[in-house]
Every structure is written in structure tokens, then in C-alpha cells.
């Protein structure tokens, strides 16, 4: 059984185009919160937790709100990236991947935040983007968002849009319950929640968080908190969504609520050690909308059944910090079932996408001086499984950096990466994609 | 007590995130498909692709590889009952010397370049007068219904395409025989199907469906 060959090389070119910018995006290191910026994803109410904003906080930035406070405080982050790709003129990747040095506005976001009572707050975290314009589509078009300006002669203009980051309200039901419900940051290992520039060591995710394995956020319920026992700090996540979709913030498509969980515990063992266990299991479903049509005088509804596939996935973290070194690891793994019916395109232009089986990793170490801007030089080594695919096995990437803090709300990086791909085959075999990434970062 | 639920909980994880190491090849993909070496579901023999997965073809039915689709094999066609049955003169062997084509509707002898015998088919003038298996050659001065052979077989390289209309082995993807060295605009390829210039991936011309060609 075969597709005509056209369609397969156009779903390559959409692999080596994932590949290669996800391999870029997986030379950086995982984020590194400073010693002085609390890593814990989820703070005891009743300061706001699980927003990823101690980190901010801790610089300066946002300080714990009062009890009730009527302002709305607005604050947010931003970089700017000097990216070099190292790509020959003839290399695929340069046909593919923005092979010029450049300067890039990454990140603006904002967040809205107001403590509403004693135990209710709302968060609000949202993101602005120039995508669309520039998305470069497999037929090698790009989209330019050009518009005439109405307030200034119609000169053009290109527009952008706004991604809602996350929403949410939170309630303190007890002091070690916290229910949050809106749109959420995913409770999973040390990274996904404390995403902002500032408040990381390195320009981008690792691979695996950047894959999503977990999905990024999720749209639902999140009760939280914490017990101390003695030295010892036990925490726990219990999630209640809607699950992966393509309209996962205002529908389930499905019906399918995803549920998920996170342990926590901190322990005093030659400095602190932070261990996480974390589980998902949802049902992701992307179909047409219903179709109603009329037969014998009734109206018959159908629901396609689409593309559905049901996940589980499973993480684990550890954090451990002496003095002014840094060493965290996470492992992340995640595992589809396709329903009958309902399975995929492969996306390699030939067939259905199969179950798979896919995980990753990282480790990551760093120091961080007392002088010269905080100086912190950091490695981190990245290793991933996808999906298997007949050009790919893994993906590997090392990288290594210098962290500076020359304010307490300013980060510049340095950081060169390279990533290979062991045991491909010919396409991909020697392949060796290196980078050199500098970012200023600030909070305001 | 709560080391027992700790180590439950433990156990549970551990569990949970090996289950999907024990993946094999024979659970990757759902009924009517096989994990192909290509490391995608492919359907099985006799079994074509739709929405979501694959179905059987009835039995007596083949598969239209370039469409997808289930068809009685050349010579054949579906009766009322919707089984395939011989037709009478179609398919017949032929070679315009000794063996000849004496049905009065199937009385054309199509006999490829570089062959010696052919099969018996008919004139037509558009797909529609043809049987699901053949297609009209519309290009040719007198247009006749006829079948494209090697579609779809499994190949190494181009070698093993031999001696079929299917005589290009693209070996970058799915490794399967395609139909090559048509002509742009004239369309020499399976019915629904039309001639692709991918000279830019450096493949030459290929016959493909015209959603799958790059515009």
C-alpha cells in the first residue's frame, strides 16, 4: 500500500523542518533558577502559586501580593535573541531553517494579576506575537500579514497576534488545599511551569519539554498544596481537564475529560533535593464538526470520528542545589494508543501514523559566582526518542553557556549547542547542526 | 501504612511508564495494517486505505493502488450482486498475429512498447467506458481502456520495477514502483491521477493524485 511519492517528499521536508528546529530549540539548557529565585513551582497559599512568577518575583519584580488588594498589577518579561545557525548554503537545513544570523524579538508577555479577597486571586498571563507573519509553509510560501493602517494613509502595516499564555481563578478551600480552574500551566517536572526568559539560565526548552510530552497547559481544574513534615516538604497536583485538542480551552471534542497528578518532595539531604513524580492520561481528538442531515423527516446528527488517540504520560524530576551549584534532571515518557478508526496520517507522506513510545531527557549543571554579573557558566546534555520514523532514531544535543545578571532584572545569555542524530540513517547520519545564541532578557 | 501507599503509588508509576516499552511491532497499528519497514501502518494486503484506517476489499477484488480504491481485477467486472465476474474477450491475450481479438466490443489489441502480446480491451472515450481496473488513454490518437501494471509492488531499486508501466522505484520514502517519465499537461498516468513535475526534488516526472502535487 503506497502514496504517490509527491506527498511523501513534502512530509519530509515537513520532518527535516520539525527536526531541525527542534533540534535548535534543544541546545539550550533547561532553565536554572537562580539560588536567590524560589524553583518550586507551587508556593503554599496563600501567596499565588504554580504561576511560574516566584521566579520574577524573586527579582525584583513581583512581590507577594497582599491579602486583598483592589489594583490590578501589570507586569510581564521580554528578550531579544541574536540567533547563528551554522548551515551550508547546500545543506538541506538551509532550505528548510532560516539559515541567516539575526536578530529576533522572542518574547513580550504580560500578566494581569489581582488578589481579589483572602483566599481568591486571578492570574492572567498573555503573550504577544508577530505570527503569523513569517510562517513558511511546506511549499516554501510565507505568510506576510500586510494590512493597510487606517490611522495613517493605509500605509501597511503587518499585524500580529495574541496568545493566551493562561487564565485562571484561585481559591484557598484550606490551608493545604488550593483549587485553581481556568486555563493552567500542566503541573510536570521543573521546567514547564517556570517558562519566562528572564528567570532560566539558557534561550529555549529542552527537547522534550518542547515536544510536549505533557501537554503544555490544560484548561480544567488544578487543586494544589503542601505538608510539612519536619524537614521534609510533601507536595501534590491533582488535575481534572479537558485533555489535548485543537480547541482544548473552550471544547473537548471528546467528551473525554484527562486527569493527571504530581508528587512532590523536598528533603535537606546535602543541601536541598527536590524529587517530582508526575502522570497524565487524557484523550486527544481532532474531528469535523458534526453533520446533520435529514432522513425520512428526521434529522440524523453525525459525529466524525476524526483523528483520536488515547496518552498516558509519565515524568520524573530531580533538583538538587549545594551552595551555588545547580544539578537538575528530568525523564518524561509518553506513550499513544490510536482508537480504531481514527487513526492519523504518519506525516511521512506514506500510511498512518503508528502507537508509539516516545521519551526524553536531560541533565543540566551549573554555577553560579558571586562576581562579574553573577557569572554563571552552565552544560546541559539533551536526549530524545520520537516518534520512530525510517529517517530518525534520536536526536542528541550538548550545549554549553555563560549566564549573566548584570541587574537583578536583566539576563544576558551566551550559548553554543550542537545536535546529531544517532543512528539515522544516510539523510540524517552526518548530519551535525551547531548554534551560537545570545539573549538579553529582562522583567518590567 | 503510609509507606505502603508511597511504595503503591511507586509501584503504579513505574508500571505505568514501562507499559509503553513493551510496544512491539504486531501492537503499533490497528486491523487490516502491519508496522511497515518504513516505520509507519501500512494496510495489508487487499486492503485500501480510507478515513481513519484500513478495509478489507471483498474477496475477488484487488487494489487500486493510485486511488485507494477496491476494483475486479482486469477482465472482470461487478455484477449486480456487487461480485466480480470474467468478461467475456476482455483481457484475452492477444498479439495481433495469431492471437487476435474477436469480440466485437473488446477488439482492440494493446500491446506495450518493447512486448509481444497484449490483452484485448476496448475503445473509449472517457474513463467512464472503461472497467474500474483500466483507464482510458485519452492521449493516444485512438483512445482504448487499459491497465498500468507494477503499481505499488515493493522494490529495492528501479531494477525490480522492470518490465512494468510502474517502472520507477522511489526508494527515498515508501519503496514502491511509481509511474515515471510521463508528460506534464498530458496526463499518460491511472485514472484520477495526473503527471507531477517534481524536477525540483530531482525525481523527474511522476504520476500522482492532484492533491499530492506540489503546485
Known amino acids: ?444 | 501504612m503510609t509507606e505502603k501507599i508511597l511504595a503503591g503509588l511507586l509501584g503504579a508509576f513505574v508500571a505505568g511508564a514501562q507499559g509503553g516499552c513493551a510496544l512491539d511491532d504486531a501492537d503499533k497499528c490497528g486491523p487490516h495494517m502491519e508496522f511497515s519497514d518504513s516505520q509507519v501502518c501500512t494496510c495489508v494486503e487487499n486492503a485500501v486505505e480510507v478515513t481513519g484506517g484500513c478495509e478489507p476489499c471483498a474477496p475477488g477484488d484487488v487494489v487500486d493502488e493510485m486511488n485507494q480504491a477496491c476494483v475486479c481485477p482486469a477482465g472482470q467486472t461487478r455484477d449486480g450482486g456487487g461480485t466480480c465476474r470474467e468478461v467475456a474477450g476482455l483481457g484475452d491475450p492477444c498479439n495481433g498475429d495469431d492471437l487476435t481479438c474477436d469480440d466485437p466490443l473488446f477488439n482492440r489489441c494493446a500491446v506495450a512498447v518493447d512486448a509481444t502480446t497484449g490483452y484485448c480491451t476496448s475503445s473509449c472515450v472517457d474513463d467512464s467506458g472503461c472497467e474500474a481496473a483500466y483507464t482510458c488513454a485519452v492521449w493516444e490518437d485512438e483512445p482504448y481502456c487499459r491497465t498500468f501494471t507494477g503499481v505499488g509492488q515493493a522494490c529495492e531499486s528501479s531494477d525490480d520495477c522492470a518490465g512494468n508501466d510502474a517502472g520507477f522505484c522511489e526508494t527515498l520514502q515508501s519503496h514502491t514502483c511509481q509511474i515515471a517519465t510521463c508528460t506534464v499537461g498530458i496526463d499518460e498516468c491511472p485514472r484520477d491521477n495526473i503527471c507531477c513535475d517534481l524536477s525540483s526534488y530531482g525525481l523527474g516526472t511522476l504520476c500522482s493524485s492532484p492533491e499530492d502535487c506540489p503546485t
Not at chain 1, 498516558?312 to 549545594?322: E, Q
Open chain 1, 1 to 444: 500500500m503506497t502514496r504517490s511519492p509527491p506527498l511523501a517528499l513534502i512530509g519530509l521536508e515537513a520532518l527535516l523542518a520539525s527536526l531541525l528546529a527542534g533540534t535548535a530549540a534543544a541546545q539550550p539548557p533547561a532553565p536554572l533558577p537562580q539560588p536567590a529565585v524560589a524553583p518550586s513551582p507551587s508556593p503554599p497559599p496563600p501567596v499565588a502559586a504554580d504561576d511560574g512568577l516566584d521566579g520574577l518575583g524573586d527579582l525584583g519584580l513581583e512581590q507577594a501580593l497582599p491579602a486583598e488588594d483592589e489594583a490590578l498589577t501589570i507586569y510581564g518579561f521580554a528578550d531579544v535573541t541574536y540567533m547563528m545557525y551554522f548551515l551550508h548554503d547546500d545543506a538541506a537545513a538551509a532550505a528548510l531553517f532560516p539559515k541567516e544570523n539575526r536578530f529576533a524579538v522572542g518574547n513580550l508577555n504580560l500578566y494581569a494579576r489581582r488578589a481579589l479577597s483572602d483566599s481568591w486571586r486571578l492570574l492572567a498571563e498573555v503573550r504577544f506575537l508577530y505570527a503569523p507573519n513569517g510562517a513558511t509553509h511546506d511549499d516554501g510560501t510565507i505568510d506576510q500579514t500586510s494590512t493597510n493602517d487606517p490611522a495613517d494613509f493605509d500605509r501597511p502595516l503587518n499585524w500580529g497576534g495574541i496568545e493566551i499564555e493562561r487564565v485562571y481563578i484561585e481559591y484557598d478551600v484550606h490551608p493545604r488545599v488550593t483549587i485553581q480552574v481556568g486555563s493552567f500551566l500542566t503541573p510536570y517536572g521543573i521546567w514547564n511551569v517556570d517558562h519566562g526568559s528572564p528567570a532560566i539560565i539558557g534561550t529555549s526548552r529542552p527537547y522534550a519539554i518542547g515536544e510536549a510530552l505533557f501537554p503544555e497547559r490544560q484548561t480544567g481544574l488544578h487543586a494544589y498544596g503542601t505538608l510539612n513534615v519536619g524537614e521534609y516538604t510533601v507536595g501534590y497536583h491533582a488535575t481534572l481537564s479537558n485533555g489535548r485538542g485543537p480547541y482544548e480551552t473552550f471544547r473537548d471534542l471528546d467528551q473525554n475529560k484527562a486527569v493527571g497528578g504530581r508528587l512532590t518532595l523536598e528533603a535537606p539531604w546535602a543541601g536541598t533535593l527536590k524529587l517530582g513524580a508526575s502522570a497524565y492520561g487524557g484523550r486527544f481528538t481532532d474531528r469535523d464538526s458534526d453533520i446533520s442531515v435529514i432522513e425520512d423527516g428526521k434529522l440524523v446528527n453525525t459525529t466524525p470520528k476524526g483523528v483520536s488517540y488515547d496518552e498516558r504520560a509519565f515524568a520524573a524530576d530531580a533538583l538538587w542545589t549545594h551552595g551555588r551549584f545547580h544539578l537538575q534532571t528530568e525523564i518524561i515518557t509518553r506513550h499513544i494508543a490510536y482508537r480504531n478508526g481514527a487513526r492519523g496520517v504518519s506525516g511521512f507522506g506514506e500510511g498512518f501514523a503508528p502507537d508509539s513510545f516516545t521519551y526524553g531527557t536531560y541533565g543540566l549543571g551549573a554555577y553560579r559566582f558571586e562576581r562579574y554579573w553573577n557569572i554563571t557558566p552552565f552544560i546541559m546534555v539533551d536526549y530524545y526518542r520520537p516518534i520512530a520514523s525510517q529517517y530518525l532514531d534520536t536526536i542528541a544535543t550538548v550545549a554549553a553557556g555563560l549566564n549573566f545578571r548584570p541587574l537583578p532584572s536583566v539576563v544576558l545569555k551566551a550559548m553554543y549547542g550542537e545536535g546529531w542524530f544517532p543512528g539515522a540513517p544516510d539523510l540524517l547520519a552526518d548530519v551535525h547542526l551547531r548554534t551560537m545564541v545570545f539573549q538579553v532578557a529582562c522583567i518590567f
